[in-house]
């Protein structure tokens, strides 16, 4: 079974500061992951996504993630936090005609 | 206008009561999805549809029914609404699944009293 694991369902951080997003997953086979990011009383969009070649993937907005296979992670980061990245975001990954997301981790950027 | 489109936006109904919510995608992509979205629980799949009649349960299909005789609707039928199905209902769609993105509808909040 494929399953997807986001640690901290808030993280906080100041203006400025790194913003560091977990995000595991379990899989017996090389697995195609995302990133969603939702804002209030929106739908998701698509940050990024992993599907084969370079292991560090850019995507919106400055964000970016890194997929390491040895660790079964694909941590969300981005250098400098700024107020309009207060939002939801969901790790994915897809299998069995299926999307399975993450519980979703809530950013909280303080002034 | 290009995109995928959930209506009604906000809803208010009665215990007991049939709902449907509809979706809408104008990409004619192969893939649909309806999720709902709980305080604590994240993103759970109701069902899903890999092509037009073709559907299959997700992991909360109990109480919900799909159909999908067209590519582009895929509506959801909640037979006899009861409270805990109070919550926000997204659709989505994907053209390929595993290689490409999904996109999202804007979500339909639907409240039973």
């Known amino acids: 079974a494929q399953s997807v694991t986001q640690l901290g369902s808030h993280v906080s951080v100041s203006e400025g500061a790194l913003v560091l997003l977990r995000c595991n997953y379990s899989?017996?086979?090389?697995?195609?992951l995302f990133w969603y990011v939702q804002y209030p009383n929106q739908g998701l969009q698509l940050l990024l996504k992993?599907?084969?070649?370079?292991?560090l993937v850019k995507g919106i907005n400055g964000f970016e993630a890194e997929f390491k296979k040895s660790e079964t992670s694909f941590h969300l980061t981005k250098p400098s936090a700024h107020m309009s990245d207060a939002a939801e975001y969901f790790c994915?990954?897809?299998?069995?005609?299926?999307?399975?997301f993450g519980k979703g981790t809530r950013l909280h950027i303080l002034p | 206008d290009a995109g995928i489109t959930q209506s009604p936006r906000y809803k208010i109904t009665e215990t007991g009561r049939q709902v449907t919510l509809m979706c809408h995608q104008t990409?004619?992509?192969?893939?649909m999805f309806w999720y709902r979205q709980d305080l604590g629980h994240g993103l759970r799949l109701i069902y899903y549809?890999?092509?037009?009649?073709?559907?299959d349960k997700g992991e909360v299909p109990d109480g919900y029914v799909v159909s999908r005789s067209k590519t582009e609707n895929f509506p959801l039928t909640l037979e006899s609404a009861t409270r805990s199905q109070t919550s926000v209902y997204f659709c989505?769609?994907?053209?390929?699944?595993?290689?490409?993105?999904?996109?999202f509808g804007q979500g339909t909040r639907l409240t039973v009293v």
């Open positions: 994915a990954v897809t299998r069995d005609d299926k999307i399975i």
């Open positions: 992993y599907t084969t070649g370079a292991t």
């Open positions: 989505a769609s994907s053209e390929q699944l595993l290689y490409t993105e999904a996109f």
């Open positions: 549809s890999a092509a037009a009649d073709i559907t």
């Open positions: 899989s017996s086979v090389p697995p195609y």
């Open positions: 990409w004619s992509h192969s893939y």
